[in-house]
Nanobody, 120 residues
Framework: QVQLVESGGGLVQAGGSLRLSCAASGSTFSNYAMGWFRQAPGKEREFVAGIRWDGVHADSVKGRFTISRDHTKNTIYLQMNSLKSDDTAVYYC????????????????WGQGTQVTVSS
């Protein structure tokens, strides 16, 4: 079992930055691939970025967002720069044993989500 707690969401102007954090507990952190997903109103949950050893990023955020992982703190981060109104969504942290996959259905463990709102 893995427990995930996100933090760091909020309201920011377009062009601004936010950093999301996800603290994991309950199991051996290094055994899990971690992912960030987001869901906007009326849309499906979509993959944003994932990491086990190296980070991978969706094309829509490549060059603007960076995922990282601190094994000493059992925490992952999502640094979000040059935010756009299209980035407005609830952001979720997720975990799965093994490798990163860009499909929400492959992740068994989820955080409660944190709202990111980008004003234009």
């Amino acid at each position: 079992q893995v427990q995930l707690v996100e933090s760091g969401g909020g309201l920011v102007q377009a062009g601004g930055s936010l950093r999301l954090s996800c603290a994991a507990s309950g199991s051996t952190f290094s055994n899990y691939a971690m992912g960030w997903f987001r869901q906007a109103p009326g849309k499906e949950r979509e993959f944003v970025a994932g990491i086990r050893w190296d980070g991978v990023h969706a094309d829509s955020v490549k060059g603007r967002f960076t995922i990282s992982r601190d094994h000493t703190k059992n925490t992952i981060y999502l640094q979000m720069n040059s935010l756009k109104s299209d980035d407005t969504a609830v952001y979720y942290c997720a975990a799965r044993p093994g490798i990163v996959l860009p499909f929400a259905g492959e992740y068994a463990y989820w955080g409660q989500g944190t709202q990111v709102t980008v004003s234009s």
